[in-house]
């Protein structure tokens, strides 16, 4: 098939990108580039990508262009006839969308909007799409459910994943354009984010320099290892949205509808405690963290755990990557990136 990536110089784009150039798949790249983040990270992933292509029977191409550009995304979409359209491009980061929330509207807003329209006027099969655990905000039922509401975010990042997740609803209705929404559970793993807290506390313990460890460390989430990630998205891709003939309109459930519409959570569903994952860290490195506790921030939201019988009854999905592993595998990346 030929799939387009948005997002493909970022984490869990490269790795999706990636995993479709090795079985053979066309791959076309979108990506701003932007320097939310170290924007040489992101040009190592697509010389990676190069790379990857030359070594499998898959063709990759990159577009470099601004998914809140119409113009940009609507000529990505006439140069091509695309049978998948996977889209991880988004402005990400919980706590940056507090101080910088016109960042999000341009791009996880507007951008998404380019996405729908460009899909619905090419009559593209299948639009999967990134959400993320963070729309379930002020949620404590655990573990989280796509079948319970979301409707309480607590920080402007998840509010925009959750207004793509409506919008995508009303394309699904409207136009019939299939669609899959897929919450994200805490992703990490080699070439991962500098901004989250797996890099951030490698780097400082490397440095001997101490953590932030918030909320003294009481949080737990449900860490989740990019490969394991991005065989739920891949699968989930390859199966065609359709309505559920079970809807029920008096009863309505959030994850499915009488459109071609669905929402998986995808994670571990074997949630660690900070303070675990943050003495795996410490035995992968063979040092001690000089730990800094402070109180939560705004928005933190203090645990979570994904319910996904959903998405393995739908498509097969199930996680085998251990924290411990994933971890190591993690610092065994980045001592070889950067040399430490």
């Not at 359209?85 to 969308?97: D, E, N």
């Not at 490698?202 to 932030?212: C, F, R």
Request: hydrophobic share 40%; proline share 6%; charged share 20%.
């Amino acid at each position: 098939m030929k799939i387009l990536v948005t997002g493909s110089a970022g984490f869990i784009g490269y790795h999706t990108a990636r995993a479709l150039l090795a079985r053979g798949d066309d791959v076309v790249g979108f990506d701003v580039v932007n320097d939310y983040y170290d924007p040489s990270l992101k040009e190592s992933r697509l010389t990676e990508l190069q790379a990857a292509a030359r070594q499998s029977n898959g063709v990759y191409q990159f577009v470099r262009g601004d998914l809140a550009d119409k113009t940009a995304v609507d000529a990505c979409f006439k140069a091509h006839d695309f049978d998948r359209v996977i889209h991880l491009a988004a402005q990400a980061g919980v706590r940056h969308s507090i101080t910088h929330p016109e960042e999000y509207v341009a791009s996880n807003i507007v951008g998404f909007t380019n996405m729908l329209e460009a899909c619905r006027h090419r009559n593209v099969p299948h639009l999967t799409y990134a959400s993320t655990s963070s729309v379930y905000g002020a949620n404590t039922r655990m573990p989280f459910s796509e079948h319970h509401g979301a409707d309480h975010p607590l920080q402007f990042y998840a509010a925009t994943k959750r207004a793509n997740e409506l919008m995508a609803h009303s394309y699904s209705h409207l136009f019939r354009l299939p669609t899959t929404g897929l919450r994200f559970f805490t992703v990490y793993g080699p070439w991962g984010r500098p901004d989250m807290a797996l890099f951030l506390f490698t780097k400082s313990i490397l440095a001997g320099e101490p953590i932030k460890v918030f909320n003294n460390g009481h949080h737990t989430r449900d860490f989740t290892y990019v490969a394991d990630i991005v065989e739920g998205v891949v699968r989930a891709s390859d199966q065609i949205a359709a309505p559920d003939p079970h809807w029920n309109s008096d009863a309505p459930d959030p994850a499915t509808s009488n459109a071609p519409f669905r929402i998986f959570n995808i994670g571990n569903d074997a949630p660690v405690s900070l303070m675990d994952y943050i003495e795996v860290l410490e035995d992968c490195l063979g040092r001690k963290a000089i730990k800094e506790m402070l109180p939560a921030q705004p928005g933190d939201v203090p645990d979570t755990r994904a319910d996904v019988s959903a998405l393995m009854a739908a498509v097969g999905y199930r996680p085998t990557t251990s924290v411990r592993e994933g971890v190591s595998r993690f610092v065994e990346w980045y001592r070889g990136y950067y040399g430490v």
